[in-house]
């Protein structure tokens, strides 16, 4: 499809965010969460939808509930309402999903994005709690071809779902917006998020309408996707589906897709028009779920500080500009670790080029996340302040960063061990300057005609004969006393 027509339409995104929260045990029952055990073993007859089992509502998980509502900018409802989504697939064993609908637990909300250097803001309409299904594996065995297996450990694992507004209008919108929710509910200790463990998953109902139009298009909803190049990809895709058909003069379809990551395409999964509802009713055995004031004063109170808040802090505080303090509240585990680092060494900046740079880098090479760091955060605060104070040159330090990362020793007892302390004092330096004047005349008589950036050729030459360890201040004061 050619980017002029493509430029005719204008598209229309909402995003249905599932986030798994953080809870030791199911949502209804006190089987474990954990990830990774065998299959249906944490399981028991109430995730199991047997006849009699009763669900209780854990407290934690409405806690969770609560402070994820409120990193969204939701209002917590003072009475929300447990409801039963009926339907039936293998891995639902109860038939029905125990969810919320008319009644959630938190209504009207929004999220600031930064795209392209513009802030824009997507209104969130409602946040609900449900329990999640289990999970149904359709290859992998032997027999796939004949059968499909269930394992239903995630049964029953309690969730919050976050429906945004249609208000999204590119992929790239969507990536930020869904980067936004996922940063808020790991700063609020709401979940890890991790997406290759099913923490996080959205859905993606994508619409198209010409430019100017009030009117919404038909949308196609794009079931879970995992991660954030599969969101780009599946709606840059359903995009040029959808024009397609509309300029042919076809009709869009009301229908719930699939994103195929090996193809890149979205696949029809079943139509949306002729099915039936899900027939939600009341769930008959919980009671409605009543937060009165006293309560959610006491979890907003436990609430740490949000990214937006944090960035905005580090930019007033810390003299850093938007893209460093973007980029250092990625994940909370990033923002602490440079916090801690600059309440060692007192220099923000320096602190943000090294963990932004040197350490990222390192640890990106190595597969390593942040909290996994062999360098503490208080090791590269010292590093920092031997610079600082004189201590370590540029050079040496970037020569010691490498032996800190391979043994995670402070950079002090690297220095004394290795012997490269900074070189500063003018009697110890005098005779490398004067071996570097007399092997390079040209370079001298150079500068007396009047080319004094040479002087940064000589400095260089003395690093080499001292192997870092001389300073360059010092140094350069010494070649400008002699080339008089």
Known sequence: MSPEVMEKY????????HVQLST???????????????????????????????????????????????????????????????????????????????????????????????TKRVGITRVHMEDDAGKSIHDGFKDSDRFTYVDLNRS?????????????RSSDEAVEYLSEVKQAMQFAEVSTCDMEKGHLRCDANVSMRLKGAEKLGTRAEVKNLNSFRFLKQAIEFEMVRQVEILESGGRIIQETRLFNPDLGETISMRSKEEAHDYRYFPEPDLMPLRISPEWLAEVTASMPELPQARRARFASAYGLSAYDAQVLTITREIADYFERAVKVCGDAKQAAN??????????????KE???????AEHLGELISLIIK???????????????YATGDAPGGIMEREGLRQISDSGALEKFVDDVLA??????????AGKTTVIGFLVGQVMKLSRGQANPGTVNALFAEKLK
């Open 10 to 17: 204008e598209v229309v995104i909402g995003l249905e965010v």
């Open 24 to 118: 030791r045990t199911k949502i209804f029952c006190s089987c474990p969460t954990s990830f990774g055990a065998q299959p249906n073993t944490n399981v028991c007859p109430v995730c199991l939808g047997l006849p009699g089992a009763l669900p209780v509502l854990s407290r934690r998980a409405v806690e969770l509930g609560m402070k994820g509502s409120t990193a969204l900018n939701c209002t917590v409802q003072p009475e929300s309402v447990f409801a039963r989504k009926n339907y039936f697939y293998p891995d639902s064993p109860k038939g029905y999903q125990i969810s919320q609908f008319d009644k959630p637990i938190a209504l009207d909300g929004y999220l600031d994005v930064l795209v392209h250097g513009e």
């Open 156 to 168: 029953g694992t309690p969730l919050i779902e976050i429906v945004s507004e249609p208000d999204i």
């Open 354 to 367: 090294w963990v932004m740079g040197d350490l990222a880098g390192m640890l990106k090479a190595d597969g």
């Open 370 to 376: 942040f909290e996994d760091s062999p360098i503490s």
């Open 390 to 404: 004189g201590e370590l040159s540029g050079k040496l330090a970037k020569d010691i960063f490498p032996k800190m």
């Open 439 to 448: 092997a390079n005349p040209k370079q001298v008589e150079q500068y007396k």
